[in-house]
């Protein structure tokens, strides 16, 4: 069973940056991360889970508009772990983050819509000065 287990989250200031990771294990025997379309998604009190990012198995990237230029997804395969990379942080920002991931091999195509069969635990991440 893939379990996905983000870390990175914290407290930092209107501006700053934080780097989120998405670690993964259990993959079924001769997987790894790479087979994966992961996804990142966010969820603030009282909203609506929200699409960030997420990136194909053949390395395809999506961004949504309301982090576009602000964020970067990326993927260690060796590591098994995915990235979001997150610069000029703002109070809106501040939310659980999760990552999610599909098993979906040779694929150019990743969704940004909450169709994964896997999810985190989630990692806080709070903007404020």
């Known amino acids: 069973q893939l379990q996905l287990v983000e870390s990175g989250g914290d407290l930092v200031q209107p501006g700053g940056s934080l780097r989120l990771s998405c670690a993964g294990s259990?993959?079924?025997?001769?997987?790894?991360?790479?087979?994966?379309?992961v996804a990142w998604f966010r969820q603030a009190p009282g909203k609506e889970r929200e699409g960030l990012s997420c990136?194909?198995?053949?390395?395809?990237?999506n961004y949504a508009d309301s982090v576009k230029g602000r964020v970067t997804i990326s993927r260690d395969n060796a590591k098994n772990t995915v990235y979001l990379q997150m610069h000029n942080l703002e109070p809106k920002d501040t939310a659980v983050y999760y990552c999610?991931?599909?098993?979906?091999?040779?694929?150019?195509?990743?969704?940004?819509?909450?169709?994964?069969?896997?999810w985190g635990q989630g990692t806080q991440v709070t903007v404020s000065s």
């Open positions: 999610a991931a599909n098993l979906i091999p040779r694929s150019s195509m990743c969704t940004m819509q909450p169709q994964y069969n896997y």
């Open positions: 990136i194909s198995t053949t390395g395809g990237t």
């Open positions: 259990g993959f079924r025997t001769g997987y790894t991360v790479q087979f994966y379309a």
